[in-house]
């Protein structure tokens, strides 16, 4: 998918934000510090790693020595990653030289993490205990129905099952985000709510984490406790329970609103209550873009326009809806069309034909996937004509001006026209100019000043 303007960081740009006073509170957990240099790019990973048992300052040229001079790009990319996460620290070294050193809580923790390894805070219950667990594959099931339902409700609140409930507080944050809400009107997705559901799950999934993440103050969350415990879920198994006694009130809330968007299944049983993890948690400190969760594409297009989705899905439908005309929907098959005025439509939210073409690519049907092109090209190149057409002409409010009474006061108009940054178009032989409409009035009063 391309990039979508309301993605502008990963998971661990957001650690790396935090203040150093709760970024060293991170630091005092090995499972964070392992999930840390898990996370890191493989060049930044071996600098920590030959720095570990390293306690003195190592000046940048020694460290410079340690990759090819063709690496040298990459090296950079590892220094600043680093420096980022506060791993590195800039010293002197006895030369007066530049030199770095690893963050010392940093460093100890992961050394005893290494060699004495570490016990999570919670250990997976007996299976004498719980219930009977769910597969992989329906646990699989389960977090895809819930994703969809959270979407749905989040877009449609009509279109979704009404027996699912979801955190009141927890919807306004999210809906607040991509969600605006007219004088009288019910709220209608902005700009950004429209690439919202245009990207691919993981890419949406880690846009509502951030949310998540940094709305968290408002619900008496520290934004550092919360990201501690995300990071902890990651080294959970995928499908093993965990006893819910084992947490403290504030993690009881969050794991409850993990489960509304898939990451976690919740059951009881007689005694105890317990939660199960999805792919999707403990897959949080490695990457959100793993293409391994992805679900199988269901969208054929023709070279007549017609597209045919092979989908039971009520938001795979609601999906199509924003940038194709849908005609008929059977139990198993959506069918729809793609016109000049459904993608007037799509254009006009803010929508592009990059992101509609990139959308009809992931999710081809396997029986297309494995053409080239998966989605006909007559049909790739009208849409980005539809598109270009659309933009082909730029409606700025101006005002003309003529007959100056002098070459020089026509002169000095277009110098303060410059200077405004107002000035669209001159012709020094007529004596003609055309400036912006905010400058018009600023332009008035100068004209008259020069009489």
Same mark, same amino acid.
């Given at each position: 998918?391309?990039?979508?303007?309301?993605?502008?960081?990963?998971?661990?740009?957001?650690?790396?934000?935090?203040?150093?006073?709760?970024?060293?509170?991170?630091?005092?957990?090995?499972?964070?510090?392992?999930?840390?240099?898990?996370?890191?790019?493989?060049?930044?990973?071996?600098?920590?790693?030959?720095?570990?048992?390293?306690?003195?300052?190592?000046?940048?040229?020694?460290?410079?020595?340690?990759?090819?001079?063709?690496?040298?790009?990459?090296?950079?990319?590892?220094?600043?990653?680093?420096?980022?996460?506060?791993?590195?620290?800039?010293?002197?070294?006895?030369?007066?030289?530049?030199?770095?050193?690893?963050?010392?809580?940093?460093?100890?923790?992961?050394?005893?993490?290494?060699?004495?390894?570490?016990?999570?805070?919670?250990?997976?219950?007996?299976?004498?205990?719980?219930?009977?667990?769910?597969?992989?594959?329906?646990?699989?099931?389960?977090?895809?129905?819930?994703?969809?339902?959270?979407?749905?409700?989040?877009?449609?609140?009509?279109?979704?099952?009404?027996?699912?409930?979801? /955190?009141?507080?927890?919807?306004?944050?999210?809906?607040?985000?991509?969600?605006?809400?007219?004088?009288?009107?019910?709220?209608?997705?902005?700009?950004?709510?429209?690439?919202?559901?245009?990207?691919?799950?993981?890419?949406?999934?880690?846009?509502?984490?951030?949310?998540?993440?940094?709305?968290?103050?408002?619900?008496?969350?520290?934004?550092?406790?919360?990201?501690?415990?995300?990071?902890?879920?990651?080294?959970?198994?995928?499908?093993?329970?965990?006893?819910?006694?084992?947490?403290?009130?504030?993690?009881?809330?969050?794991?409850?609103?993990?489960?509304?968007?898939?990451?976690?299944?919740?059951?009881?049983?007689?005694?105890? /209550?317990?939660?199960?993890?999805?792919?999707?948690?403990?897959?949080?400190?490695?990457?959100?873009?793993?293409?391994?969760?992805?679900?199988? =594409?269901?969208?054929?297009?023709?070279?007549?326009?017609?597209?045919?989705?092979?989908?039971?899905?009520?938001?795979?439908?609601?999906?199509?809806?924003?940038?194709?005309?849908?005609?008929?929907?059977?139990?198993?098959?959506?069918?729809?069309?793609?016109?000049?005025?459904?993608?007037?439509?799509?254009?006009?939210?803010?929508?592009?034909?990059?992101?509609?073409?990139?959308?009809?690519?992931?999710?081809?049907?396997?029986?297309?996937?494995?053409?080239?092109?998966?989605?006909?090209?007559?049909?790739?190149?009208?849409?980005?004509?539809?598109?270009?057409?659309?933009?082909?002409?730029?409606?700025?409010?101006?005002?003309?001006?003529?007959?100056?009474?002098s070459r020089d006061v026509?002169?000095?108009?277009?110098?303060?026209?410059?200077?405004?940054? =107002?000035?669209?178009?001159?012709?020094?032989?007529?004596?003609?100019?055309?400036?912006?409409?905010?400058?018009?009035?600023?332009?008035?009063?100068f004209l008259r000043q020069?009489?």
């Amino acid at each position: 998918m391309p990039q979508v303007r309301i993605i502008a960081k990963n998971f661990m740009d957001m650690v790396a934000s935090l203040p150093a006073v709760k970024l060293n509170k991170l630091y005092e957990n090995a499972f964070i510090c392992e999930a840390i240099l898990r996370s890191l790019p493989p060049l930044a990973k071996k600098y920590v790693l030959q720095m570990l048992y390293i306690d003195s300052p190592v000046s940048a040229k020694s460290m410079e020595e340690w990759v090819l001079p063709d690496g040298s790009s990459k090296h950079k990319v590892a220094i600043d990653r680093l420096m980022q996460l506060r791993l590195l620290t800039e010293a002197e070294d006895r030369k007066k030289e530049t030199a770095y050193r690893l963050n010392p809580k940093f460093q100890g923790n992961l050394r005893k993490h290494l060699v004495h390894g570490g016990i999570l805070p919670r250990e997976a219950m007996a299976s004498n205990i719980t219930v009977r667990l769910p597969s992989l594959e329906e646990l699989e099931a389960y977090a895809a129905e819930q994703w969809e339902t959270f979407l749905l409700h989040l877009i449609n609140s009509t279109q979704a099952e009404k027996t699912m409930n979801f /955190s009141s507080g927890m919807m306004k944050i999210f809906q607040r985000s991509i969600m605006s809400k007219r004088d009288k009107e019910s709220p209608v997705l902005t700009e950004g709510g429209f690439q919202f559901l245009l990207m691919d799950t993981n890419a949406q999934l880690w846009y509502i984490i951030r949310e998540y993440i940094t709305n968290s103050e408002e619900r008496q969350i520290e934004p550092a406790d919360l990201i501690s415990f995300l990071l902890e879920l990651s080294f959970h198994c995928t499908g093993e329970a965990y006893n819910t006694n084992t947490l403290t009130d504030v993690q009881k809330s969050v794991i409850k609103d993990l489960a509304d968007l898939g990451l976690l299944k919740l059951q009881q049983g007689r005694k105890e /209550s317990w939660f199960i993890p999805t792919k999707l948690v403990t897959n949080l400190s490695i990457s959100l873009s793993d293409s391994t969760s992805r679900r199988q =594409g269901f969208v054929v297009v023709e070279t007549n326009f017609r597209l045919y989705a092979y989908s039971t899905s009520k938001l795979h439908c609601e999906i199509l809806r924003l940038f194709a005309r849908v005609e008929y929907q059977l139990p198993n098959l959506i069918v729809s069309a793609i016109t000049k005025e459904s993608l007037y439509h799509a254009f006009q939210n803010g929508i592009t034909a990059e992101q509609i073409i990139s959308f009809l690519q992931q999710n081809a049907h396997p029986r297309v996937a494995e053409r080239l092109p998966s989605v006909p090209e007559n049909v790739t190149d009208q849409i980005r004509l539809w598109e270009s057409d659309l933009n082909r002409v730029e409606m700025t409010p101006a005002h003309f001006y003529d007959e100056f009474p002098s070459r020089d006061v026509f002169e000095s108009a277009c110098d303060f026209a410059r200077e405004y940054g =107002g000035l669209l178009w001159e012709d020094s032989k007529k004596m003609s100019l055309v400036v912006k409409g905010e400058v018009h009035m600023h332009m008035r009063e100068f004209l008259r000043q020069q009489k």
